[in-house]
């Protein structure tokens, strides 16, 4: 809602004589910025009363303005200003709010990962560095050693047979509830149990890769594969859900022109349908990548943990990314000198952080690249 | 209860764009007013910058005088919800509350200034607003039952009556109209005649015969072509604007030569 | 979107008319079919496979499970935890992400409101892990002062009663990680039924007179009220599942009263924590649990998806 218009320069003197009723009860210019100012001041006193810290400061001096400034509004325009004002002002500190952490949370990675991003890192596995090795690092008698090779590794290959089972699984399933199961018994509760995979705690998800496999190999079958079944468990609600809302809105006038052409159905699908969703189809399967690939849980459960590099997903323990992260800081390689697992740990979390961001812009770019044009939002 | 409304070098613009360029015109208290014209011309923005609803719109701005008795809606520190509490509109589609029943939609612009009004006081404001607006005795049985599921003629009425329970001084018209059947087309008309004699009512209209059949005077408003501003062409007696318009333009519309 | 075909595709699809036969209609029919039925015999294998491994379990005498007293009493302090720490999250993160969503769809200005909704996006994205590294490295440490000022202040509360941890890795500090997690959640969701308001509605509250935040009230809220309540309970539902955040912030322990304190524990991350080094029954014992867990979300999602349903009968009838 604009208010450029209120600060226009034009001014009417009411006729002589008349009270004028559109001006009546405003608040001065000034009276906010004063109560923002004398917030500021109280709030810095009530602080020093208990004891001075700058974030006591600023929390009390926003209390004190949420406070303060819409019972003055109300004061001076009344109760309906005021609640107008209050709401305002609530709505603006909860943004603050909401943004102080997640700056934090980015500023904490990029800090304490951009020192430990080296070729070390990037390069080599943590094969051989055992305490000794960091304690020497932290001592300062040579480099930090060890890094997140192995992770990478696992990352990729454990996220590649994820994404190779729950794509064609998940396109399918949603091309069967647009194009074949007609609002069917069969479609209904296909859609319904989708809905319900999308709720599965990703722990549960990875229980269930264990717990099958457990069965089928023995109680301790855990490597690339088993985490990788897990991670197809949670990709395919979210491949099928955005397919199928991506298929829905290819008009039906395309298909029924390729089925007056004689064409067979599903001909139309591959050839008519598919091409006209597959931007959509394509920057979906790129967001379900990018969450998958930042699980933890199910990987602690199902792939085990490895210090070496491992290429093959089917046999051997695996480490990706996440896990790396966790392991490094739960339980850091040296006890007593935990600064270098931190730095392969926060490291690790920015190269994981920057992929999943690549993702999510690449999946916005693929979407808009492709986008065809009377459907752009 | 009605205010006469003086436009004095109104220019809107929508960002960079002049949407109505210099319109000065007078509008008397209790009269009908209808704004005509081909689409695009401006005429319903124009009508939004009446009682500021423009600002709702990004980027829309306004540059002149709008004169209310003689009071500047555009003067410093004028609060546009004061504005528009003065000042009703009724849109082109009904839009009563859907979540709300027929009695809360009639109360809905009064609660908000009285939040504590007695139950008498209230069902008298809902039968006299609901009687204003000739929809009383259609729904006195059902006030309780949400207005969405009404007609749509009685859905408009019933947003007519939702803006005359605040008591404004003018009612602004959004093409009432052009959303009805016929039928309910009619009842909207004799109704915008009764109101008259309370209210000032401004209408914008695409229907020339609603327009001549229910307004006392017309601005008739045009473009020069896509891009260009619109502008005011002519403004006077509505018997004289259909009938005996000065200007070329104004006669090929009113004769439907174009538009 | 081109809803005509041009003539090049169309006398391609015409060829290939005469060429494809009849049996790639059903073959291709069958694999979407079977692909369905795989999901389904997926999640039936889900329940399936953890009800069997974790038989063992329910079938064991008392003193065998972990704690020595029967399975329910070892599981109920952890379900417990669960919820108390997926309700911190929910009542901090409810009204700050509720008003988040309106500052992007009713506040901001648009040039500012769609970055922020972009950022909003992005941040749901961020992997819990990290959201956990940070709680214990940052944020624990930010609130030991915090709690410490409240022992000595609101100690008379059960929930704030001392002394506090020294560390912050408390349930109130996990309480908070959840919130921030789910916050985009909430936020991203909200803002999308926000900016479905009618227009028309916004539009004839202003012109009656409503201040902004009336408008929000008479025309926002009522329309967009079933979509917060599903967005929270789906929020609610991420939130009880959640693992790192709580394995990594948490210093868990038996079941207490204080927030404040180091103590309690999650099924997820009890079984995070303890899954690697297990076997035999314990295994089959987190497995159980993983069940009940897995049960617990099951109920929140689906109460979730019976108010969307309501309310697309809600709004289709208007």
């Not at chain 2, 009695?103 to 609901?130: C, F, M, P, T, Y």
């Not at chain 3, 795989?38 to 039936?44: G, K, N």
Request: proline share 6%; aromatic share 8%.
């Amino acid at each position: 809602m604009s208010t450029a218009s209120l600060r226009q320069p034009t001014s009417s003197p009411s006729p002589a004589g008349r009270r004028p009723t559109l001006t009546r009860n405003q608040k001065p210019k000034w009276l906010v910025p004063v109560i923002a100012v004398a917030a500021v001041v109280v709030g810095a006193a009530l602080a020093a009363l208990v004891g001075f810290s700058t974030a006591l400061w600023a929390v009390l001096a926003a209390v004190v303005f949420l406070v303060a400034a819409p019972v003055a509004v109300s004061a001076v325009e009344g109760r309906r200003k005021g609640a107008d004002s209050l709401m305002t002002y609530l709505v603006y500190a909860a943004f603050v709010l909401a943004v102080i952490p997640l700056i934090s949370v980015i500023w904490t990675v990029l800090a304490n990962g951009v020192p430990g991003l080296n070729s070390n890192l990037l390069l080599t596995s943590m094969n051989g560095v055992t305490g000794a090795t960091d304690n020497a690092a932290a001592a300062g008698d040579g480099p930090v050693l060890g890094g997140a090779y192995h992770a990478i590794v696992g990352t990729v290959s454990i996220t590649f047979w994820a994404t190779l089972m729950s794509v064609p699984i998940g396109l399918l399933t949603a091309i069967y509830l647009v194009e074949y199961s007609k609002g069917g018994w069969l479609g209904k509760s296909i859609t319904f149990f989708v809905d319900v995979m999308t709720g599965i705690p990703s722990i549960v998800a990875g229980l269930f890769a264990a717990a099958l496999f457990g069965l089928l190999l023995g109680p301790s079958a855990r490597f690339g594969f088993v985490a990788a079944v897990a991670l197809t468990v949670l990709m395919i609600p979210t491949v099928v859900k955005n397919t199928e809302e991506m298929l829905k809105i290819v008009p039906n006038e395309l298909r029924e022109a390729a089925y007056a052409l004689g064409v067979r159905k599903w001909r139309t699908i591959l050839k008519v349908v598919i091409p006209t969703a597959i931007s959509g189809i394509a920057s979906g399967v790129t967001l379900a990548i990018a969450r998958v690939i930042g699980e933890t849980a199910p990987l602690l459960v199902t792939a085990g943990f490895a210090t070496a590099i491992n290429w093959n997903s089917f046999s051997g323990w695996m480490t990706t990314l996440p896990t790396f992260i966790y392991y490094q800081i739960l339980t850091p390689t040296s006890p007593t000198n935990p600064d270098p697992s931190q730095q392969r740990a926060w490291a690790a979390a920015l190269i994981l952080i920057l992929i999943v961001m690549l993702l999510n812009l690449l999946a916005r770019l693929v979407a808009r690249a492709f986008a065809p044009k009377a459907a752009g939002r | 209860m009605s205010k006469r409304i003086d436009v004095e070098n109104l220019n809107v613009y929508y960002g960079d764009f002049l949407a109505v360029e210099d319109v000065s015109m007078g509008i008397d208290a209790r009269s009908v007013t209808a704004f005509i014209g081909p689409s695009g011309c401006g005429k319903s923005t124009l009508l939004r910058t009446l009682n500021r609803m423009h600002e709702v719109i990004p980027g829309a701005r306004a540059e002149g005088k709008v004169l209310l008795d003689g009071e500047n809606l555009y003067g410093p520190g004028v609060d546009p919800v004061l504005v528009r509490s003065m000042i009703g509109m009724v849109f082109q589609r009904p839009n009563p509350f859907p979540t709300m029943s027929i009695r809360d939609n009639v109360l809905a612009g009064v609660k908000l200034n009285s939040k504590r009004i007695s139950r008498s006081d209230a069902d008298d404001l809902v039968e006299g607003s609901l009687q204003g607006a000739n929809l009383w005795n259609e729904v006195k049985d059902r006030l309780d039952k949400p207005g969405s599921g009404l007609s749509g003629g009685q859905q408009q009425r019933l947003c007519i009556a939702r803006a005359i329970a605040v008591k404004p001084e003018v009612i602004l018209m959004d093409e009432p109209c052009s959303a009805l059947d016929p039928i309910s087309t009619l009842a909207i008309e004799d109704l915008i005649s009764e109101l008259k004699e309370e209210y000032t009512v401004v209408i914008v209209t695409h229907n020339m015969q609603q327009a001549s059949r229910v307004s006392d005077r017309t601005a008739f408003f045009n473009i020069q072509g896509t891009g260009k501003p619109g502008k005011l062409i002519e403004y006077g007696p509505t018997a004289e604007i259909f009938s005996n318009p000065t200007e070329k333009q104004t006669e090929d519309y009113v004769s439907g030569r174009f538009g | 979107m081109s809803t005509t075909l041009t003539t090049q595709e169309s006398s391609a699809l015409a060829e290939d008319a005469a060429a494809g036969g009849r049996a790639g209609d059903s073959v291709f029919a069958g694999f979407s079919l079977g692909a369905g039925i795989l999901i389904l015999a997926s999640l039936a294998a889900v329940a399936l496979f953890l009800f069997l491994e974790a038989l063992p379990t329910f079938q064991a005498s008392a003193e065998e499970i972990t704690g020595g007293a029967g399975f329910w009493s070892y599981i109920w302090p952890m379900v417990i935890g669960t919820v108390i720490a997926a309700l911190i999250a929910i009542v901090i993160a409810t009204p700050i992400g509720v008003l988040v969503a309106l500052y992007i769809s009713h506040y901001a200005p648009p040039r500012i409101a769609k970055p922020v909704g972009y950022v909003i996006d992005l941040l749901a994205a961020i992997p819990s892990v990290i959201y956990g590294a940070w709680g214990t490295t940052v944020l624990a440490a930010a609130l030991v002062p915090f709690y410490a000022w409240l022992t000595a202040n609101l100690g008379f509360i059960p929930l704030f009663s001392g002394p506090a941890s020294q560390t912050g890795k408390t349930m109130l500090t996990v309480g908070i990680v959840l919130a921030i997690m789910i916050l985009p959640i909430i936020t991203a969701m909200s803002r999308e039924i926000f900016i479905q308001t009618p227009k028309l509605h916004e539009e004839a509250a202003l012109a009656l007179g409503a201040t902004r935040w009336e408008m929000i009230r008479m025309t926002v809220l009522p329309f967009a009220r079933p979509g917060i309540i599903s967005s929270v309970m789906l929020a609610l539902g991420r939130a009880l599942g959640e693992t790192m955040a709580v394995a990594l912030v948490l210093s868990g322990g038996p079941l207490t009263a204080s927030l404040v304190q180091s103590g309690n524990q999650t099924i997820a991350a009890e079984i995070a924590l303890n899954f690697p080094e297990a076997y035999g029954l314990r295994l089959s014992e987190l497995i159980a649990a993983g069940l009940i867990l897995f049960l617990i979300t099951l109920v929140v999602n689906m109460i979730a998806r019976a108010i969307i349903a309501r309310y697309k009968e809600f709004s289709g009838a208007n």
